[in-house]
C-alpha cells in the first residue's frame, strides 16, 4: 500500500488534445444564415504529430425537422480523399437569458443503440474515422492527467514544502521538489 507507482495507471486515457475537434459554435451562426443547404469545407490542424484534415460538408436546414449535418468526404495531409458518410443531428434550447443554445447529438452506436448525448463539441481520435462525444470515446483532458494535487498542498504549506526535500523518503522528496520548481515558475 502506497508503495512506487501507487495512484498511477498503466496507460493513460487518450486525451482530446490528441483529436479533432467538431465545435457546434461553427455551425450555430450559420444556421440562421441560409435557407435549405449550405455546402462547406472545414480545415484542421492539430498540433499533435503535425496532423492535418480537411472535411467536406453540407449542412442541411430542413424547416419541417431539425437541421442536419453530413460529412461528406475527408482529406488529409498527402491529399488522399476518401468518403465519409457521418449524419449527425442538431438540436437547440432556449437559455433563460434568451436567445438559442445549439447542440450535437452524438451519433455514435452502443450495442446497436445511439448514444443521443447532447454535446457542444464532438471529437475524431487518431486512427478513428466517424466523430463522437468525450464519453463514447473514453477522452479524458491533459490537465486531468498532468494535475497533482499533493503539489498544490505542498506550495501552500512552506513547513510541509521543507519537510519533503529534505526527507529521506527518495518519493517525497522527489514531490518536494517537483513542488518547489511549479513555485518558482509561479513567481
Known amino acids: 500500500m502506497g508503495g512506487l507507482g501507487s495512484g498511477e495507471r498503466a ?3 487518450r486525451t482530446v488534445e490528441t483529436c479533432f475537434a467538431l465545435s457546434v459554435a461553427h455551425f450555430g451562426k450559420r444556421l440562421t444564415q ?3 443547404f ?3 469545407d472545414m480545415h484542421w ?3 499533435f504529430a503535425g496532423r492535418v484534415l480537411t472535411v467536406h ?3 442541411e436546414n430542413n424547416n419541417m425537422e431539425k437541421p442536419v449535418l453530413h460529412l461528406l468526404s475527408r482529406t488529409d495531409a498527402r491529399g488522399h480523399k476518401e468518403p465519409m458518410w457521418e449524419r449527425i443531428v442538431l438540436t437547440s434550447t432556449r437559455p433563460n437569458f434568451g436567445g438559442l443554445r445549439w447542440w450535437f447529438v452524438c451519433p455514435l452506436l452502443d ?3 445511439q448514444c443521443g448525448r447532447r454535446v457542444s463539441k464532438l471529437y475524431m481520435p487518431p486512427g478513428t474515422f466517424y466523430f463522437g462525444c468525450r464519453a463514447c470515446f473514453y477522452l ?3 490537465s486531468a492527467q498532468t494535475h497533482d494535487k499533493r503539489l498544490d498542498r505542498l506550495m501552500k504549506n512552506p513547513v510541509a514544502l521543507v519537510e519533503a526535500i529534505e526527507s529521506k523518503n527518495p518519493h517525497e522528496r522527489l514531490r518536494g521538489l517537483r513542488a518547489y520548481a511549479k513555485l518558482m515558475r509561479w513567481l
Open 111 to 113: 450495442k446497436d443503440v
Open 45 to 47: 490542424s492539430t498540433s
Open 38 to 40: 449550405l455546402y462547406a
Open 57 to 59: 460538408y453540407r449542412l
Open 140 to 142: 479524458t483532458y491533459l
Open 34 to 36: 441560409f435557407q435549405r
Open 11 to 13: 496507460k493513460k486515457k
